[in-house]
């Protein structure tokens, strides 16, 4: 049995079922922000750094607020390119977290040379939490059944 990253089409409905509950989001014009958790395995490929600048925008037109990201992967490098794309966009503080067991999906096409070259605070993924702890620690601090989780990618944690 071929592993899904081989082939390209198993992450076509994840990017459009993003997109698409994204967009119905939007065009429903919610009175308040949706609250947003971020879950993605950014670097095989990049439908994920795609969603992730959606989000930003969405998040630059007052219709969500991202609360924090992770890494669903052991790439050392998946934590610091979302931290660098977060920087971009202006929003250096989202707190960003990383899958902490090893070998899992450590292959990148992009994701190293977005985290050493552009700015960001935490370098490599050893610098960032365990994105189970983030997320607990997020959500404990807002209202139940208040945040929208979005995954992107295998959900392992």
Not at 18 to 38: D, K, P, T
Not at 63 to 87: F, H, K, Q, R, W
Not at 122 to 145: E, F, K, M, W
């Amino acid at each position: 049995m071929k592993n899904c990253y081989e082939h390209k089409r198993c992450f076509r409905p994840i990017i459009f079922n993003l997109v698409g509950a994204l967009l119905l989001m939007a065009a429903f014009r919610l009175s308040a922000a949706v609250n947003v958790l971020v879950d993605t395995d950014i670097g095989p490929d990049c439908d994920d750094a795609g969603a992730v600048c959606i989000l930003h925008n969405m998040a630059n037109n007052g219709e969500v607020v991202i609360l924090g990201m992770a890494c669903c992967t052991s790439s050392e490098y998946g934590a610091p390119c979302l931290d660098a794309i977060n920087t971009y966009f202006g929003r250096p503080n989202i707190p960003v977290g990383t899958y902490k067991q090893p070998d899992f999906l450590t292959w990148s096409s992009y994701n190293q040379d977005i985290a050493t070259h552009w700015p960001n605070r935490i370098i490599n993924g050893t610098n960032a939490p365990d994105a189970v702890t983030l997320y607990r620690q997020i959500l404990s601090q807002q209202p139940s059944q208040s945040v929208v989780f979005v995954e992107i990618g295998p959900l392992n944690h």
